[in-house]
C-alpha cells in the first residue's frame, strides 16, 4: 500500500529556512504528480506545490511562491521541500501526498510539523 513518511519539520525563528523530505513506498513513484499540502490549526487544508512526475514541472501556491521549492530524486523515491525565508503564517502540519493539487486524504503521509516562531 501506499506509505509516505515525512521528515525535516521543527521550530525555526521567522526568516530561517527547513527541508522536508519525504520517503516514499508501495507505488511507482516516479510514475505520479507528489504534492505537499500543509494545514494550520482550526484551518482547512491547504495545496502548497506539486512536481510533475519526472520533474520538469513545478506549480506553487501564491503564499509560498519564491520562497519554497520542491524537488524530487526518483531514483531515491523521495520527495523534497525547501523553505526559505519562513513566516509565523508558514506554520502548519506539513504533508507529502501522492498525486497533483490537493489530493485525497487517504494519499496522505502522517505529516511533519513546521513551526515559525521568535
Known amino acids: 500500500q501506499v506509505q509516505l513518511v515525512e521528515s525535516g519539520g521543527g521550530l525555526v525563528q521567522p526568516g530561517g529556512s527547513l527541508r522536508l523530505s519525504c520517503a516514499a513506498s508501495?507505488?511507482?513513484?516516479?510514475?505520479?504528480?507528489m504534492s505537499w499540502v500543509r494545514q494550520a490549526p482550526g484551518k482547512a487544508p491547504e495545496w502548497v506545490s506539486d512536481?510533475?512526475?519526472?520533474?520538469?514541472?513545478?506549480r506553487y501556491a501564491d503564499s509560498v511562491k519564491g520562497r519554497f521549492t520542491i524537488a524530487r530524486d526518483n531514483a531515491k523515491n523521495t520527495l523534497y521541500l525547501q523553505m526559505n525565508n519562513l513566516k509565523p503564517e508558514d506554520t502548519a502540519l506539513y504533508y507529502c501526498a501522492k498525486g497533483a493539487q490537493l489530493p485525497p486524504k487517504a494519499y496522505w503521509g502522517q505529516g511533519t510539523q513546521v513551526t515559525v516562531s521568535s
Open positions: 508501495g507505488f511507482r513513484f516516479s510514475f505520479f504528480y
Open positions: 512536481i510533475k512526475f519526472d520533474g520538469t514541472n513545478t
